[in-house]
């Protein structure tokens, strides 16, 4: 839930004046207010709405009291958590208090009502429900990665054994073959042709090995640095794809970061790509590295179709595992992601703020 979508707030009192000095009261917090004159309208309006934040309960009611639709209403495992507040100008001694408590009130309010104080305990409920949902939301997001993650890894586990089997072994076994066929050979001729077989066999095999290895991890990352594997990368993407590329970076001597914040942004940089070859349609696509005094920016995008308002606006639900994968390792340094249709294509771009941005050998000290 987005810190601007409006929460639900149910108002449930038998007396219409009441409930329209409820809603003045309220209204100023700007979220949806709904009205029940009943226990069973107030359980009816429940049962329709999942996204209830608030009821405020008046306890003197007829047929059924406050205490009596709490109870009702805790029984319930869809709202056993809902925050319920009881308002009563009768019943107000520490005996009725503690009743309310206990039928699982969060706050109980005498009568007469001071308007502010009503707004303000209300509004902490809301701002609760609200850091709740988002919780719930982004845990779900965190299952759903840390799901793809760990077949993603059993994928690639198999894809690397195929590799390792149908190519390297083959390899290896001809090596084999070559090499204890040498003693057999009489001429020198006959053996020197061997040598030279095996020779090529060994170089092949180091070639899979290479490769395999800089796919995995690319060694130029520990090695020399963040640009120079970016620059690697996007050769091989135009190789493969035949999307051509291209790389700003702002300042020419970029300097070097922790290995944790350049495997991210490298990673990052690659998932997007990724999704521009497989969803965009695009011909061309631009990365962009910005180091300045208070962060670092990345910025990748395309000449393809574009993404969706929702996923544009990043609406819960709407983010493929690709893209809360990019959001989540900028999280991790204290960053954000941002998405934006660019007519034509999209913008991906991330932000990481000074404070993580450690000084590789300084790190490495430390």
């Known amino acids: 839930m987005s810190a601007t979508e409006k929460v639900n707030i ?15 009261i309220l209204s100023e ?44 209403i805790r029984q319930h495992p869809r709202f056993e958590k809902i925050a319920i507040i009881f308002i009563s100008a009768v019943r107000v001694t520490d005996i009725d208090r503690l009743t309310g408590f206990e039928q ?18 209300v509004r902490v409920f809301v701002e609760l429900y609200r850091k709740t949902q988002e919780l719930e939301r982004l845990n779900g997001e965190l299952r759903d990665v840390s ?12 894809r690397i054994a195929r590799e390792l089997h149908d190519g390297l072994g083959q390899e290896l076994a001809a090596l084999k073959m070559i090499l204890a066929q040498i003693p057999q050979h009489n001429l020198p001729n006959a053996k ?22 800089h796919l995995l991890h690319p060694p130029l990352l520990d090695e020399v640095g963040l640009i120079s594997a970016v620059r690697w990368y996007l050769d ?23 290995c944790g914040v350049e495997t991210a942004i490298f990673r990052v940089i690659q998932e997007a790509l990724t999704n521009v070859y497989r969803h965009s349609g695009a011909g061309r696509a631009w990365v962009v590295l ?15 179709k574009g993404v969706s308002s929702e996923i544009a606006e990043m609406r819960p639900g709407s983010l493929g595992i690709g893209l809360a994968g990019m959001r989540q390792r900028a999280k991790e340094f204290g960053g954000q992601l941002r998405l934006t249709n660019a007519n034509p294509g999209t913008v991906v771009e991330i932000v990481i703020p000074a404070r993580s941005l450690v000084p590789q050998k300084e790190h490495a000290i430390a």
């Open 10 to 24: 149910l108002m449930v009192d038998d007396q219409p004046g009441k409930l329209l000095s409820y809603e003045v």
């Open 29 to 72: 917090l700007g979220e949806n207010l709904i009205k029940a004159a009943s226990g069973p309208e107030a359980l009816e309006q429940l049962l329709m709405k999942n996204d209830i934040a608030v009821v405020l309960l008046d306890v003197n009611m007829p047929g059924q009291d406050g205490f009596e639709l709490a109870k009702m």
């Open 104 to 121: 699982g009130a969060v706050d109980y309010i005498s009568v007469p009502i001071v308007p502010r104080l009503l707004r303000a305990r």
């Open 147 to 158: 799901s793809h993650l760990i077949k993603t890894q059993d994928d690639e586990h198999r």
């Open 192 to 213: 020197d042709q061997a040598a030279k077989e095996a020779s090529e066999i060994a170089e092949r095999a180091s070639r899979q090995v290479r490769s395999m290895s």
């Open 236 to 258: 091989g993407l135009t190789k493969r794809s035949g999307i051509v590329t291209a790389l700003e970076v702002q300042p020419t001597n970029f300097p070097r970061h922790t």
């Open 290 to 304: 910005r180091q300045q005094e208070d962060e670092v920016m990345v910025k990748v995008w395309d000449d393809g």
